[in-house]
Nanobody
Framework: QVQVVESGGGSVHAGGSLKLSCAVS?????????????VAWFRQAPGKEREGVAR????????LYADSVKGRFTISQDNAKNTVYLQMNSLKPEDTAVYYC???????????????WGRGTQVTVSS
């Protein structure tokens, strides 16, 4: 099993920045470990469906972003620390949500099929 732990959430004024961290450990049933995973950030606001925010392959540098965050958010990863990051800049009130990190074995051309989830971290952006 893959364990995922998020951290870094908090409250910030509109226009501010936050950096979330996602520590990943363990392996999938197919034996994939951190160096061969897809890791993604999702978010869910009250009364709304969960949406994919950003995705990264832990091998290579291929990334995917939701249109709503492209140009403002940056996903990255550190193989030495088995950690994925989400740098969020120019935050807007509509970015307020619980942010979840999730992982799966490759391939991951979309935000579908992620089956190892963290408990989430709250991000609140005030106007």
């Amino acid at each position: 099993q893959v364990q995922v732990v998020e951290s870094g959430g908090g409250s910030v004024h509109a226009g501010g920045s936050l950096k979330l961290s996602c520590a990943v450990s363990g392996q999938t049933y197919s034996g994939y470990t951190y160096s061969r995973l897809c890791v993604a950030w999702f978010r869910q606001a009250p009364g709304k469906e969960r949406e994919g925010v950003a995705r990264i392959y832990t091998y290579g540098s291929t990334t995917l972003y939701a249109d709503s965050v492209k140009g403002r958010f940056t996903i990255s990863q550190d193989n030495a620390k088995n950690t994925v990051y989400l740098q969020m800049n120019s935050l807007k009130p509509e970015d307020t949500a619980v942010y979840y990190c999730a992982a799966r074995g490759p391939p991951c051309p979309s935000f579908e099929g992620f089956d190892s989830w963290g408990r989430g971290t709250q991000v609140t952006v005030s106007s």
